[in-house]
């Protein structure tokens, strides 16, 4: 059996994967949101022996038509200059097959950003321009290293914000790479920022979503 190598963003969906699945010849990692982890990353990976490289966490919706908490599981990555790199087309296929008995499976292009986009008239802007279903900030890292490498990868992600969403971006300053809440933090910061107060709890509903999927997801395993 190849061994897998998983690439999160955050640590919480990383605990999703070290609880959940199986795969005795697999390697987890977590990135954090810093600039060029995931491609520094997805490399030691295959250099620890990883033939297989599956970028898993939470993304944001740029298609209008995505709902929280849906899954998908794109065909194809690029970036903002039009590099594009393609999952490996039989084990999208095969992995495709083995979650639409239990989901509704989208495909598409996913963009991967180097920032977080904050704002809804940014993702249409996005969706408009690259025509991308979804937007990450490891999956595009995580493609290039596989791509130089001549390593197979994929892309599994479910949708914690939806396209029409505003990010409430003052608020989630505490909020660390962990995903660890700052409490005193985060009521000063809403404090200043009531307008904010709407968002942040749509994010923490839809995000719940997205960590639900997850989870239904490392229980099914990944087919592969």
């Known amino acids: 059996m190849k061994k897998i190598g998983f690439i ?24 954090g949101n810093k600039q060029g982890s995931a491609y520094t990353q997805a490399n030691t990976l295959v250099k620890n022996g990883c033939e297989i490289l599956i970028s898993f966490g939470i993304a944001g919706a740029l298609d209008p038509q995505l709902s929280a908490g849906d899954l998908v599981i794109p065909k194809s990555v690029t970036d903002a ?12 296929q095969k992995i495709s097959r083995h979650f639409s008995n239990k989901f509704k499976v989208s495909g598409g292009t996913l963009f991967g950003s180097e920032t ?32 130089e490498n001549n390593c197979s990868f994929l892309i599994v992600r479910s949708i914690s914000d939806t396209a029409n969403q505003n990010l409430p971006k003052e608020s989630l300053k505490s909020i660390d790479l962990n995903n660890n809440i700052k409490l005193g933090n985060i009521l000063i910061d809403l404090a200043k920022n009531p307008n904010e107060i709407p968002s942040l709890l749509r994010l923490a509903q839809n995000s719940r979503k997205a960590h639900v999927c997850l989870q239904k997801v490392a229980k099914l395993g990944f087919g592969i």
Request: net charge negative; aromatic share 14%.
């Open 8 to 31: 999160t963003g955050l640590e919480k969906e990383a605990i999703i994967l070290q609880k959940i699945v199986r795969y005795a010849n697999s390697e987890i990692i977590w990135v």
């Open 81 to 92: 200059e039009c590099n594009i790199f393609s999952t490996d087309y039989n084990l999208y």
């Open 116 to 147: 977080i986009i904050w704002d809804a008239d940014e993702k249409k802007r996005l969706f408009n321009k690259f025509n991308t279903k979804i937007v990450d900030m490891e999956s595009f890292g995580v493609a290039r290293a596989a791509n």
